[in-house]
């Protein structure tokens, strides 16, 4: 079995691929990260092998220290054959039951005590919740011509913008901000043309490359509807940044970040365990219908980066698994 080892500022990262859902996130130093994925790993594979989808493991490991993008990861971009898919789809409504189960056995008060750090149970539920938002957006198809997926993305995003649903959308914010963000379609529209002009400035040389978290105040006109010259203002901004793309291919980010702000305006539930059970289920039923040559595909954005339906399965296992953990020593946690 091969482990591989990620680092980030502060913590460490293992994951071990041939097992969906083996994988320690955010460990506070490279010892634990292993231990704690090789742990998983054997847990998951005797579960494996009790729905009837045996993983040999193999007798030794290799562990390896892994410093290119964790998207580009060998073992994670091999295909999903369709009987592991099946077996890990019960797996995960498994994992989904033990995190309902305990959901049910928390006392009224236990929501959100407030462990030190600002995850409450209840946030930490939101964030897993929203883990799979991500998972449905990166299964998700891109033309692998990087100019036109640009593009598409953007005028997918405008055709939100004025199609969709009008009214204001809750959504999980980054890992930085303890609470929901408030979206409208005018605050989308105003917070792309922020980006834009952000991308447009750093390509000049007047500042520094844009990154999330990016600006999500909310503004004194976002519950208005945007106008048609702040969406035509998308595209015009799109086509600069698509020619300066072929100078400088960094600039390709953008197109996830039009489907991100484009998923700012899906209206799931408004209560958090309505929320969870709403987007796993949809996240289920999409991997689901997937037939074989989708689980084969590797999906490579504008910018480079790839996604396959094996990175989802560990998703929907490791990193359920790893928040219910996090969420159990909250429930823990002296008062």
Known sequence: MRLYVTASPATWWTTAPQVPGAAAE????????????????????????????PIELGDADEVIDWTLPWWLIPDSLIPTPPALLRAAMTRVSEVA??????????????WDRDP????TIRRTLDHAAGGFGIGLRRLEPWPLDA???QAEAARELVARLKNGEPGAFEQ???????????????????????????WLAHLAGEGPAPSLPYADDDGPDDDA??????LDAILVADAALRRAAERDPRVRAIASWYRYYRDRLVPWPIGVRERWLAMRSTWQGRLAAL???????????????CDTVRMQLGLGLGHVQEHLEQMKRTARAPT
Do not use: M, Y
Request: hydrophobic share 35%; glycine share 8%; net charge positive.
């Open 116 to 119: 030190g750090d600002g995850w």
């Open 172 to 198: 999980v914010g980054p890992n930085q901000r303890p609470s929901r963000v408030r979206w409208t379609p005018r605050k989308v529209a105003r917070t792309v043309r922020s980006l834009q002009a952000a």
């Open 26 to 53: 955010d460990a506070p130093t490279r010892e634990e990260a292993i231990a704690r994925c090789r742990t998983r790993a054997h847990d998951e594979a005797e579960a494996f092998r009790r729905l009837g989808h």
């Open 97 to 110: 039951a033990e995190v309902d189960e305990f959901l049910d056995s928390l006392p009224k008060g236990a």
């Open 225 to 230: 509807r945007p106008a048609a010259d702040e």
């Open 147 to 149: 100019d036109r997926a």
């Open 291 to 305: 037939g074989e040559s989708d689980l084969a595909l590797i999906r490579v954005a504008p910018n480079g980066q």
